[in-house]
């Protein structure tokens, strides 16, 4: 008995290593990494917002930082925000023209897509990851 459950397991591991793989695994793959993504997607706005309100009051950085060139860090802060932006557009870009619905698309086109899609988001993953980093690194010379 034992003998034919060990030969049942290794028969069953060794047809579903032999089955196509299923789109949705891909799928799936892809809108957990969205999902993180957005997690990001949240510090990258609070960023974008303090940097504006910086942005409309620089009288008010120039008396809280009084050697502060103001007109140099405006530039500064005009091109964080400017990359911040161009970070949230590639986002918002993606998120409109992915479709998760693969109706028509045989199961390795489908595959192909997501694992396509995945290649995607990862790269704006790794963009909002280093525009945060040095947005932040920014903003924390401005704290107390």
């Not at 793989?21 to 891909?26: D, R, T």
């Not at 993606?94 to 990862?122: L, Q």
Request: aromatic share 8%.
């Amino acid at each position: 008995m034992k003998l034919f459950l060990a030969v049942l397991v290794l028969v069953t591991g060794a047809v579903a290593c032999t089955q196509p793989q299923s789109y949705k695994a891909e799928r799936d793959q892809v809108m957990k990494f969205h999902d993180i993504v957005m997690e990001d997607h949240g510090v990258l706005v609070n960023n974008q917002m303090r940097l504006d309100s910086m942005l409309k009051g620089m009288t008010a950085l120039k008396t809280r930082f009084p050697s502060t060139d103001t007109l140099k860090e405006k530039e500064v802060m005009k091109a964080t925000l400017d990359r911040l932006n161009k970070a949230e557009e590639l986002m918002n870009d993606w998120m409109h023209k992915f479709e998760p619905d693969v109706t028509g698309k045989s199961n390795e086109e489908a595959i192909s897509y997501f694992k396509a899609e995945r290649a995607k988001i990862g790269k704006i993953d790794s963009l909002y990851k280093v525009e945060i980093k040095s947005s932040s690194a920014y903003l924390s010379q401005f704290k107390k």
